[in-house]
């Protein structure tokens, strides 16, 4: 076994322990488990799945998430809003889409559930710079961060994953980055139709983006 890998039973007891400890155990409780295949009604939902790819960490003991929550919307998507992460039964971290770190667990719970509220309210009516109407965020993109693990957990879990090249093949990519984006869908296929926006920007929204890796000749 590696010097800085630990077993399932230990990141487990890892979870229990972080979930106590940071006080959050209250407040999870009151959520049903994200299903893995059934129909979900709207509302918060917690998964405690471990990822097993977390338990190496390499040169120093994982850290490892032992609780993310989701938030099920009315048209159906899967939205990430935050997780608690453990390391070695010496530090927990509390995070939500907007903050690293919250310092305890009230105030985190309160953010998850504004977070939420603010889902919940999100006009999905919204007018473009150059006046397209989008009826639902459906409508120009293929996935949400949930819909993608999901798609992801469902494959061999060994495989590697590629994006495509510059002019042909395929290439590793950059570690994720939300960035604030606009849409701009009369854009040549070459310019792409999201861009990154600037501050005078009208009707942008933050994105996942996965980046090809730039390799030197």
Request: overall charge negative; aromatic content about 12%.
């Amino acid at each position: 076994m590696s010097r800085w890998k630990i077993s399932r039973g230990k990141a487990t007891d890892l979870q229990d322990w972080a979930l106590e400890e940071s006080g959050t155990k209250e407040f999870l409780s009151e959520l049903p488990e994200l299903p893995k295949k059934d129909k979900m009604e709207p509302g918060l939902y917690v998964s405690y799945e471990i990822d097993l790819f977390e338990l190496d960490g390499g040169i120093d003991w994982p850290d490892v998430g032992v609780a993310r929550i989701f938030a099920v919307l009315e048209n159906g998507n899967n939205e990430y809003l935050g997780e608690v992460r453990a390391y070695n039964f010496e530090a927990i971290w509390l995070s939500t889409n907007e903050y690293d770190e919250v310092d305890d667990a009230e105030e985190w719970w309160k953010c998850i559930k504004d977070d939420y509220e603010k889902l919940k309210k999100r006009d999905l009516k919204e007018e473009e710079p150059r006046g397209r109407i989008i009826t639902s965020q459906k409508d120009i993109f293929h996935f949400t961060v949930g819909q993608l693990v999901e798609i992801l957990k469902s494959l061999p879990q060994d495989l590697p994953v590629l994006t495509s090249g510059y002019e042909s093949g395929f290439e590793n990519f950059c570690p994720p980055l939300i960035t604030k984006v606009k849409h701009e869908p009369e854009n040549m296929y070459y310019d792409g139709e999201f861009q990154i926006s600037d501050m005078e920007d009208r009707n942008t929204f933050k994105a996942v983006v996965l980046q090809r890796a730039v390799r030197d000749d």
